[in-house]
């Protein structure tokens, strides 16, 4: 037969692959399935933000004017401890707090307020140990002992005013007037009566006293002894504190709050009676509120 070229127009046969081709076709089709997977993946996975900060450990805040026990409390609730150990670890001859000589192995008014830090493997010992290590840095300088000794009073007995002085005011004027009042019945040789401390004895916090609080027989009933208490009645901050060194001048001898921030300093006997009566008189008023409010609510 004579050759043919073959036509243009004829249908052309298509390539068929061998295995290796096939073999080659299917990896690269299955590369690029992963490489359109990855993609999105990648940018689902978290960027590299650095190092990362540890959180910080808990801690423990101690108001201005809280007792050793109030303290004592809070330590065994924030470490998760039984009951009575803080007071224990406070009480106990070895647990060498670093008190002063002055207290007598007594920590109230050396738990210094602040907030404290609660790492892993803290102690009540330690914790407390804390608290008297701050309140020497913040009380226990030469500038202190100076101010106290200006007063005619050791630094401990500096403390026990600011106490005083935390527990009857509100406000740092008050404390100023407050810490007054103390200097000015010490230099008299006045009893203080400070319900404060009578409050303290009792293991109490009230504005009610009666005469038969005022005969108990306690070093803290400031009616039936003069001069200070034997210790702190609190753990005082700085502004009391101040207050008890740098007290303002003023001739006052008596004081009462009649009224949530309206507290009356004089040094007449007979206008304090009158303060006295109308601070009587308002709580009067306010227990027959009470009481007239219960019964109308059924």
């Known amino acids: 037969m004579p050759y043919r070229p073959p036509s243009p127009y004829a249908p052309r046969r298509r390539p068929r692959l061998t295995r290796r081709g096939r073999a080659a076709v299917l990896a ?38 809280w007792r050793s026990t109030q303290v004592y409390e809070a330590v065994d609730r924030a470490l998760a401890l039984p009951d009575g150990t803080a007071r224990a670890a406070a009480t106990a ?35 407390l140990r804390s608290m008297v290590d701050t309140a020497g840095r913040r009380f226990g300088t030469p500038a202190t002992a100076g101010a106290a000794r ?3 009073l050791t630094v ?8 005083i002085a935390q527990a009857e005011a509100d406000t740092a004027d008050d404390m100023g007037k407050v810490a007054r009042v103390v200097h ?8 203080l009566q400070m319900d404060s401390t009578l409050n303290y004895a009792l293991g109490r916090s009230t504005v009610d006293t009666t005469a038969d609080d005022t005969r108990i027989g306690s070093p803290y009933n400031t009616y039936a002894r003069k001069g200070l208490p034997p210790a702190p009645i609190g753990n005082p901050g700085e502004q009391a504190m101040a207050a008890a060194l740098r007290p303002p001048a003023g001739d006052w001898l008596y004081f009462v709050t009649v009224a949530p921030g309206d507290t009356r300093f004089t040094a007449d006997y007979a206008a304090h009676r009158a303060n006295v009566a109308e601070f009587n008189e308002r709580r009067r008023r306010a227990r027959e509120g009470a009481e007239e409010g219960v019964e109308g609510g059924g």
């Open 28 to 65: 690269g089709a299955l590369l690029a399935l992963a490489v359109v997977t990855a993609v999105p993946l990648l940018l689902l996975l978290p960027r590299d933000r650095g190092p990362v900060t540890p959180p910080a450990p808990p801690t423990l805040l101690v108001p201005e004017g």
């Open 93 to 127: 001859p070895a647990a060498a707090l670093g008190l002063p000589a002055a207290a007598g192995g007594n920590p109230e008014g050396y738990l210094f307020p602040a907030t404290y830090p609660l790492p892993d493997g803290t102690t009540a010992e330690g914790l």
């Open 150 to 152: 200006a007063q005619g």
């Open 156 to 163: 401990h007995q500096a403390l026990i005013v600011a106490s």
């Open 184 to 191: 000015n019945r010490l230099a008299r040789d006045m009893p």
